[in-house]
């Protein structure tokens, strides 16, 4: 294997992958047994898995850089072909699923497999193909708003991201400018983010429609494989949260408050932990990938060969550029067998959140790609995947001296602080897109109205003081997964709590967690989500009590903690 900037970029030949598709079908279809039809198959897999590598180097590359014409055109060239690619590939899904031999498929990959190709035949429909193209040109229209925001702050010019790291400064006046600069952008596209958004509400409803859904809700939870629960379960999660999260947050809240020295916690004082200011990782990019090269060695034998392929094939980008994709994220080039990272490092805590983060999806990609049988398998639900990574920022705790020093134990309670406290906000990000589209034809203010309701009664220690447009409900509009990811968001809320219950076990014996925590990655998704939360010894958080078992630990360490 060559290192990421070496890989050879070329654009796939849809012909031959079309001509592929049909072959394949015909010989499912004609099979005189199970291993010719497995072997067809299998073999078809291996064939797609090197376009979908294309996919993702084209993908990556483009998000490195915003303003590469080529890449972009190869992007509007698989945005223009893969919804009828996907299509076409339904002959091969259906030939499996109604091939005599099904039951041999469902011996060697599964059954939670075969369900996932009986959606993929649902939701695959030439009906929809105008509105895929459609959905798909708004979202890379929505990201051009938002990317081309900047402003001038303190002499420098800041996009979102930049701004961030002014929104954490311990002088109470720099912060304030800094959140009311970054307000202030989002309400000066708020008109055409408004606007993109309603066009996507009213796009993804007639695709539900058209393809015989009661409403897009149902057709989402099919699309993010939610087999085993339904939004009536996720509705009684949200009032969990709020009645017994909730409250704990906005203890935690007024204990900053006090240590911050102000009358009131005002919404640009929440991100400042420290009243000196929150902990910083040290050191360069290059510095910083060689602590985390250390402490994945030390961690386990697994993460530290991880650890050494990414550095080996340089599978990262991780410094801020301009024209560089916001956010961070983790990918994955099926044909190499190998993960890539990307992020946008701004000088703050988050650098280490997210390659923590990243490296949890990135390892748990790793690790199952030896032993799944299938490519397909190596991913599973966002819930199951969002544990890999948010269990990876806990386990590393004991290592956080190596980015922060002597900052590493204020560092570790700012952290667990976040990842608690953020909860109730997911649950907002969810229930606002139940109500959006439970009522599509909601006017932009409504949906503001409808944010802020929720936002009050599951944050209710948030204070948007001199702010008129988060006061009204604004504040949904800085949520790209609203945007590009509909309803993926609980998933993380749900990941949280799983973390938790890992991390609960970890600190009193760490080996036996760390095993758990293996099996979760080497199920890759081969199995459904209640059935793979108990090859982990997890609860499912549907069970009466299950919310409060994992949260209470957890909720009493920080607040004896209170540094
Ligand atoms: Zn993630």
């Known amino acids: 294997m060559q290192k990421f900037s070496a890989i050879e970029y070329h654009r796939p030949d849809l012909a031959q992958i079309h001509a592929l598709i049909d072959q394949t079908a015909q010989i499912l279809r004609t099979a005189p047994d199970a291993e010719h039809a497995l072997a067809a198959f299998t073999d078809y897999r291996t064939q797609s898995a090197a376009f979908e590598t294309m996919y993702s180097v084209a993908h990556i590359r483009s998000t490195m850089d915003t303003t590469d014409p080529f890449y972009e055109a190869e992007m509007n060239f698989f945005h223009e072909n893969l919804p009828a690619l996907s299509v076409r590939e339904k002959t091969v899904t259906q030939a499996v699923l109604t091939s005599p031999f099904r039951d041999a498929f469902a011996q060697h990959f599964g059954t939670p497999w075969l369900r996932r190709l009986e ?301 608690l406290c953020v909860i109730p906000y997911l649950c907002c990000v969810d229930e606002f897109q139940h109500k959006v589209f439970e009522n599509p034809a909601m006017t932009p203010a409504q949906r503001r109205a409808a944010w802020r309701q929720s936002e009050q009664s599951l944050m209710p220690w948030r204070d948007y003081e001199g702010s008129d447009f988060l006061q009204s409900g604004g504040f949904w509009m800085q949520k790209q997964h609203i945007f590009l990811y509909p309803f993926y968001y609980i998933d993380y809320a749900l990941a949280q709590l799983c973390a938790f219950s890992l991390f609960d076990a970890y600190q009193t014996d760490r080996q036996a967690a760390w095993q758990r925590y293996l099996a979760l990655c080497r199920a890759g998704g081969t199995m459904g989500y209640f059935q793979t939360l108990q090859s982990a010894g997890l609860t499912p958080l549907f069970q009466p009590g299950a919310i409060e078992a994992a949260v209470i630990p957890i909720a009493r360490q920080l607040l004896r903690a209170n540094l």
């Open 119 to 419: 959606s993929a035949q649902r939701l695959a429909d030439e009906a929809i193909i105008p509105e895929q193209i459609e959905q798909a040109k708004l979202e890379q229209a929505y990201a051009k708003t938002v990317a081309g925001c900047s402003v001038s702050f303190r002499g420098e010019t800041c996009n979102f991201y930049a701004l961030l790291r002014h929104m954490q400064n311990p002088d109470r006046s720099i912060r304030r400018a800094a959140f009311t600069a970054w307000s202030e952008l989002y309400r000066s596209v708020s008109d055409t983010l408004d606007e993109q958004y309603s066009a996507l509400v009213q796009l993804r409803c007639r695709m539900a429609q058209k393809l015989g859904y009661p409403s897009y809700i149902e057709m989402a939870y099919e699309m993010h494989g939610r087999y085993d629960y339904s939004p009536a379960n996720i509705a009684a999660f949200r009032d969990e949260v709020r009645r017994v999260i909730t409250p704990v947050c906005t203890e935690l809240f007024e204990q900053q408050r006090r240590r911050l020295h102000v009358d009131r916690l005002h919404w640009y004082d929440e991100a400042l932990v420290f009243p000196q200011g929150n902990p910083v990782p040290r050191g360069t990019v290059a510095q910083l990938l060689d602590a985390a090269q250390k402490m994945y060695r030390a961690l386990s034998v697994q993460t530290g060969e991880f650890f050494d392929f990414m550095k080996q094939y340089e599978l990262f980008d991780l410094p801020s550029r301009p024209g560089k994709h916001m956010g961070g994220y983790c990918s994955y080039l099926p044909s190499l067998n190998a993960p890539f990272i990307f992020s946008n490092f701004n000088g703050t805590s988050a650098d280490v959140d997210v390659l923590t983060h990243e490296a949890g999806h990135a390892f748990a990609s790793f690790t199952a790609a030896k032993f799944v049988p299938l490519s397909d398998l190596i991913w599973s639900t966002n819930e199951i995947n969002e544990i890999h990574s948010m269990t990876m920022e806990l386990f590393t705790y004991p290592w956080m001296d190596l980015f922060f020093g002597e900052q590493a134990e204020q560092y570790c309670y700012a952290h667990l602080c976040q990842c």
